[in-house]
């Protein structure tokens, strides 16, 4: 459970188990760090069927994945959160909001990425009397590998303001935590914050079950999540019904177990689109469902092209 500053005169009150839960399904996916206390264990990365490669820093050869999703620069995608907990007499409340944005492709830090730009906060009374979260995540993407080379996650949580800056060297297997500490990378690794547009990418038709590694920037630890797709569907959301594809994702315990604990549901658009367009989960207390509050429209958006295009 995490405390947090509610009234700004150093009161603390303790997270209620659910929101803790709406946090850990959604921010797992978008980059906040409540999943503490796990390992990584072996990753699988995602079936790669694209031909390409390209050259990493140190002479290796990097394969880069299918880009079954496309980065559209301009893309921003705005979900509403809500919560159902009988016991408070709650029955889809509204309580938060986060969103997702491809800012821009340029250069950045020293080399070509992309500029993906995570927010979440919560809303109305949630905001000003129990839970006041404003968290913001930048993450810097390679345009080929489509791994993270620099992170960035300003938060501030009641009273509490904290910034931390992770630079990703993919190629030597380490990460530079706020420039004082390095932790040692088994795999290809992302963020938590890139982990959603990762999961946008993977292969619909190849292997049912995969795993993805992450950094937990807090603490310095890895986080394995296990991603298997459960089926087909169609969904209604902003008044269409489209095409998706159902994933549970379940992240590793303390002994390298999927744990479904908080039964997380992720939905994605089965286009070349991708988009994720609800989450779900819960506990014994409640449940809650975040959903895209509207598609965007692609009018005035731009195809990012990977590097050297």
Known sequence: MVSMNVDGHGEHRRCPRLLCG?????LL???WSWVTDVSGAAQQRPRVVGPGESPAGN?????????????????????????????L???????????????????????????????????????????DLDDRFVTYLDPV??????????????????????????????AQVNGSRSVKLNGDTYDLAGLLWTTRNLDFEGPA????SALNERNGTLVTVEIERLGRETLEVDGQTVPVVQLALRPLDA?????????????ITDDAYRYAVR?????????????LSRFPSRSDTLEALPSGK
């Open 22 to 26: 709406v946090w850990t399904g959604i």
């Open 29 to 31: 996916l978008v980059g």
């Open 59 to 87: 002479g290796r050869v990097v394969v880069p994945p299918a880009a079954r999703h496309k980065f559209v620069v301009g893309e921003k995608l705005v979900y509403g959160v809500r919560v159902t907990v009988p016991s």
């Open 89 to 131: 007499g709650l029955r889809d409340a509204p309580v938060a909001r986060f969103s997702t944005e491809v800012v821009e492709q340029g250069m950045f830090h020293g080399r070509e990425g992309l500029r993906l730009l995570v927010r979440a906060e919560t809303i109305g009374f949630v905001k000003a009397t129990l839970f």
């Open 145 to 174: 590998t489509r791994l993270p080379y620099r992170a960035e996650a300003d938060l501030k949580e009641g009273g509490r303001v904290e910034r931390t800056v992770t630079v990703f060297d993919q190629s030597g297997r380490t």
């Open 209 to 212: 079950t995969v795993r993805l």
């Open 255 to 267: 002994n390298g177990k999927p744990s479904d604990e908080r039964r997380i549901r992720l939905w």
């Open 279 to 291: 989450i779900t989960g819960g506990n014994e207390i409640g449940e809650f469902k975040a959903e």
